[in-house]
């Protein structure tokens, strides 16, 4: 080969490669653009209502909460236009098989309840998100509710897929109650909706409840559609949230993320636009979901999201459709079968936004600020976690 | 009072183990007499030195020679005949503590192991530090210095024991200088060694050089690695199998061609603090001072001077995951440095196999990859059969007497052997969570 030769233009790697948006994307960009012009709320004086609600809150004086693993400064001493502020705490995704099975999910739902109930002070009450058990058996389920009964705060609970499609929730609602509940607690309306519906595949299929459960607890398999709150349960959530005033901030606890993410892991509400439609005429809200496993953060309109911690395993983040406020956390080191994995609490300000808490196990914890999400990520930027490096 | 009775005992004990261990090696004759904190004399730790290193200049065996001189050793400081005897006379030179009766081989014993058999050392008027003495053998070969690595090299290890209040005592580097900076023939070393008067940083320096001497990589595993099927019994061999499988020792002690000296270098809690009652208490008050913005000084204050040295790692890193993490030890020549953990708080190594069998101590900030091992009392004899397999060839009558000496100990006593967390009968924060009855 003649090495004077120039070089064919054709051969040369573009200098730029081509920014392809993923379907997803382009849809939910589509979406937000739609809402905006749709509703009611427009940003800045959504900003101007959270901003004007943290600095009172600072003036008031930060008080030092102190968490068993991280005294964390919390503002939230004074009463705000909500009430006095507050914090919970919650468990999620334990995915209990009996133990004889898998002794190591046993222990490390114990492991979160040990964190729980050292806190200090105690928070009003404990979350449960949801996927206690891992194929939804009795024995599960019973092995699950035996150990939070040890929670010394009052516990509130919500189903996940893995808790249902065994016998159809109707174990869980034997020891829990209903699915689809809502409750007061100073000055904010919580909500706890089951979101995991699936359109009947079946019976068609003929298949056994067996079946059937291990259909959904495949993540990604295909068989199954996608989850969704379904018709009756959204009318439930309107009737529900009729009489709740415009101002009355609300916390919404779903088990998947109400919101697109990531549809072949099922990272997916079908209908969540119908349903974030039925949340856009409140000020200030904020959905709380289980079943991504990892710390996951987003915000659409008005609504601010978590994720949160599993007990059980990490997942790894979807390949494509994250959320742009999402600072993600370490990636988990596989020779500790407890990283990435955690618990949490959520502190809830005195104008009913929230600070969200991380404790990842063996890490420093990450906190995701309301003051974050309300400035589209500009300030309060959560730290990324720290790892050593040589 | 209850530590200081329980240390003594532990020395006491330790006398008479070495009086039946070293007789034999190298046809050396032993005067079973003690100096000052119960080391061997310091002259008859240098004979037996001189017969482990025949040639202390030749590159060490066991480790590739470019990596040698291209990865170990310090730019700057490379050894010389020079450098290395200057350093080994101050290793052996009590004068550098303040009442005359500590050098640095009282706690790094050529013949105890290079440490000092003591679950703490002892340094001057008689003071129990915190912390057991770790080997000075391949200490050139870790990444860090100390149980919590706040010192990157042994020139900086070197320094620090001189001038702690309860080791060697010297208020400051003059004081410590005072001595031997007089001395003539000091003055002579010092400057054949780094052309320049004594002074306290090539001190450090020397030590270092000397200590990169101390390298014992030659065992029955390297050989049986080699390929000499023969060269470990049938019991290590299982016992390799199970620290590579169901034991997961490898997840921490990886030991290969390498990595020698089977540590990741890294910190890890794995409870031995936490069998201390305040533990949980003193990390909250560690993670408050760090809250309340204290300086490097007001931290290092409270680490000297309250127990929070049982925090570890976390003292140096500020760090959540190093709350109670020490550094994994090397496991070279593990049968002669006894006791172990960073507290010395186990005295064999069916302890230490105890102590992992049932997960750990269970504590909030425990390394997530300490878990219960369910390992069988066959199997535990097996890995610490295994472990026997790590000393030098160079010590294998002490290693066989160390053997013996433990297997009569783990036979009276296993204080931490507990069956139903091993077997997962019960888990770990099973009771704490459920109270004593645990799950049904």
Not at chain 1, 237 to 243: E, I, S, V
Not at chain 2, 48 to 76: C, E, F, M, V
Not at chain 2, 167 to 176: F, R, T
Not at chain 2, 386 to 401: G, H, I, P, S
Request: charged share 20%; net charge neutral.
């Amino acid at each position: 080969m003649n090495d004077k030769t120039p070089m064919n233009d054709k051969n040369r790697l573009p200098t730029k490669i081509p920014h392809i948006k993923s379907v997803e994307t382009r849809y939910l960009e589509e979406r937000e653009t739609l809402f905006r012009g749709l509703k009611n709320l427009d940003r800045r004086s959504f900003l101007k209502v959270s901003t004007g609600a943290a600095c009172a809150a600072l003036a008031a004086g930060a008080s030092n909460h102190f968490h068993s693993f991280l005294p964390v400064n919390v503002a939230y001493a004074g009463e705000g236009a909500a009430g006095p502020g507050f914090t919970f705490a919650y468990i999620s995704d334990s995915h209990l098989y009996i133990k004889k099975t898998n002794e190591r999910f046993v222990r490390q739902l114990l492991r979160a309840v040990d964190d729980v109930n050292k806190l200090d002070p105690q928070p009003d009450f404990v979350f449960y998100g949801g996927d206690l058990a891992q194929l939804g058996r009795k024995e599960e389920l019973d092995l699950g509710a035996q150990i939070l009964k040890s929670i010394k705060a009052p516990v509130h609970m919500m189903v996940g897929e893995h808790d249902w499609f065994y016998d159809l929730g109707s174990h869980w609602n034997e020891l829990f109650g209903p699915e689809n509940y809502s409750f007061e607690h100073k000055g904010v309306h919580f909500v706890v909706l089951m979101s995991v519906h699936e359109k009947d595949f079946w019976t068609p299929r003929n298949m056994t409840p067996e079946q059937r459960m291990h259909t959904v607890a495949g993540l990604d398999n295909a068989m199954q559609s996608a989850f969704e709150v379904g018709a009756p349960t959204r009318e439930w959530l309107k009737k529900d949230l009729d009489k709740v005033p415009k101002s009355t901030p609300v916390i919404v606890f779903s088990h998947s993320p109400l919101y697109k993410l990531y549809r072949p892991w099922n990272f997916w509400t079908d209908d969540a636009e119908d349903v974030q439609a039925i949340l856009q005429k409140f000020d200030r809200v904020t959905v709380l979901h289980g079943h991504t496993h990892q710390v996951l953060t987003n915000r659409i309109g008005n609504i601010q999201f978590h994720g949160m911690l599993s007990t059980a395993w990490p997942w790894p983040y979807a390949p494509q459709g994250m959320p742009a406020l999402t600072v993600q956390m370490n990636r988990p080191n596989p020779f500790d079968s407890n990283d990435g994995l955690g618990d949490g609490e959520v502190i809830v300000h005195p104008d009913g936004l929230v600070d969200k808490l991380y404790n990842l196990w063996n890490r420093n914890p990450m906190q995701v600020k309301a003051s974050y999400l309300s400035s589209g990520g500009k300030s309060d930027v959560p730290l990324a976690p720290t790892l050593a490096s040589y | 009072m209850k530590h200081s009775h329980h240390s003594r005992s532990i020395r006491a004990r330790a006398l008479v183990a070495i009086a039946v261990v070293i007789g034999g090696a190298f046809g050396v004759a032993w005067a079973m007499t003690t100096g000052p904190h119960g080391a061997m004399p310091l002259d008859e730790q240098q004979t037996l030195l001189d017969k482990l290193l025949a040639n202390p200049h030749a590159p060490p065996q066991g480790i590739d020679g470019i990596a040698w001189t291209t990865i170990y050793l310090p730019s700057g400081n490379e050894p010389t005949p020079d450098r290395i005897a200057l350093g080994r006379k101050l290793y052996f030179d009590t004068r550098l503590s303040k009442d005359g009766t500590v050098a640095c081989a009282t706690c790094h014993d050529v013949s105890r192991g290079f440490t000092d058999r003591r679950s703490v050392s002892e340094g001057i008027k008689d003071q129990l530090g915190k912390r057991s003495s770790p080997t000075t053998m391949n200490a050139a070969l870790l990444q860090s210095m100390f149980w919590d690595g706040r010192a990157p090299t042994l020139e900086d290890q070197a320094k620090l024991p001189i001038l702690n209040p309860v080791e060697m005592g010297h208020p400051d580097p003059a004081s410590a200088m005072a001595g031997i900076g007089t001395d003539p023939a000091y003055k002579d070393l010092f400057q054949k060694a780094y052309g320049r008067a004594p002074n306290y940083d090539d001190v450090g320096r020397a030590i270092a050089s000397f200590e990169r001497t101390l390298i014992f990589l030659d065992a029955p595993f390297d050989h049986y690695a080699n390929g000499d099927a023969k060269a470990i019994s049938p019991a290590a061999q299982r016992g390799l199998e199970l620290f590579n499988g169901k034991a997961r020792c490898v997840s921490c002690h990886m030991i290969n061609s390498s990595n020698p000296l089977g540590t990741d270098n890294l910190f890890h809690n794995i409870g031995v603090s936490a069998r201390k009652q305040n533990f949980e208490a003193l990390a909250q008050k560690g993670l408050l001072a760090i809250q309340n913005n204290s300086d490097e000084k007001a931290l290092d204050k409270l680490a000297i001077e309250t127990d929070l040295a049982e925090l570890g790692r976390f003292l140096v890193s500020r760090q959540r995951q190093d709350i109670g993490a020490f550094k994994t030890e090397q496991l070279r020549n593990v049968g002669l440095t006894a006791p172990y953990m960073h507290d010395g708080s186990l005295r064999t190594l069916w302890d230490v196999m105890d102590h992992y069998n049932k997960g750990g101590e269970t504590n909030a900030y425990l390394d997530g990859g300490i878990e219960p091992l369910n390992l069988s009392e066959e199997e535990i004899n097996d890995v610490v059969a295994f472990l026997f397999t790590l000393t030098d060839k160079r010590f294998t009558e002490q290693n066989e007497a160390a053997f013996r000496e433990q297997q009569a100990q783990a036979a009276k006593q296993r204080p931490f052997r507990d069956n139903a967390l091993a077997h997962r009968d019960m888990l770990p924060f099973e009771q704490r969570v459920m109270g004593q009855a645990g799950l049904k």
